[in-house]
C-alpha cells in the first residue's frame, strides 16, 4: 500500500509493536498501512462522521485486512480506553482541534503514552497549548508533500 510523503512521515515515527489509535482516521489508510507491514498487531481507527470509518471498512477489506483494526465512531479519544493503546497519532487537523482532543483525554498524562502529532494549521496555538497542558516535544519533523511543507510532532506527558 501506498502513503502520500505526509502519511509516511508519521508512519516511520511509529515503533514495531504499538498499539496504536489514529484519531480522525478519515480512510484509514495508515492504519492499513500499519497492520499490512506488520509494524502494528492492533489499531484502533476513530473517526467523528459514520461516512468515513464505512470507507476504513471498505479499504482494509481491500488491502487484505481482516484483524487487528478496530473502527470506533468517536470524537477525538472519546471512544478510547486508556489501557487499550500505548501510541497516539492525531494528524491532518488544525492545531486547536489537536489541542482540544488532547485536553479532553487528560489520561495520556497518566503513562508514558508516545504521541504523535501532525497539524495542519495553527501550529504556534498547538505548540503553547502543549506546554500550557504539560506536554513535552520530544522531536519535530517537516516533510515536504505535493508542494507543502507539513510538520510533525513527536510528544509525551510522561514525567519520570
Known amino acids: ?14 515503533p ?16 492499513v498501512f500499519l497492520l499490512a507491514e506488520g509494524i502494528c498487531p492492533f489499531v ?5 462522521s459514520p461516512g468515513p470509518l464505512e470507507a476504513a471498512r471498505r479499504g482494509a477489506r481491500r488491502a487484505g485486512i481482516t484483524s487487528g483494526l478496530d473502527l470506533r465512531l468517536g470524537d477525538g479519544l472519546e471512544a ?40 495542519q494549521s495553527k501550529i504556534p496555538e498547538l ?6 497542558e504539560g506536554y513535552c516535544i520530544l522531536g519535530q519533523h517537516t516533510v515536504e508533500d505535493a508542494g507543502r511543507t507539513y510538520t510533525i510532532f513527536e510528544v509525551t506527558a510522561w514525567q519520570a
Open 1 to 14: 500500500m501506498h502513503l502520500s510523503a505526509r502519511l509516511a512521515a508519521v508512519a516511520s515515527l511509529i
Open 16 to 31: 514495531p509493536g504499538s498499539r496504536l489509535v489514529d484519531v480522525g482516521t478519515d480512510h484509514a489508510r495508515l492504519p
Open 44 to 48: 484502533i481507527a476513530t473517526d467523528i
Open 80 to 119: 478510547v480506553f486508556s489501557d487499550e493503546v500505548d501510541t497516539v497519532v492525531i494528524a491532518g487537523m488544525g492545531g486547536e482541534t489537536i489541542a482540544g482532543i488532547l485536553r479532553r483525554a487528560p489520561w495520556l498524562k497518566s503513562e508514558p503514552y508516545r504521541i504523535i502529532l501532525q497539524p
Open 127 to 132: 505548540i503553547d497549548s502543549l506546554s500550557e
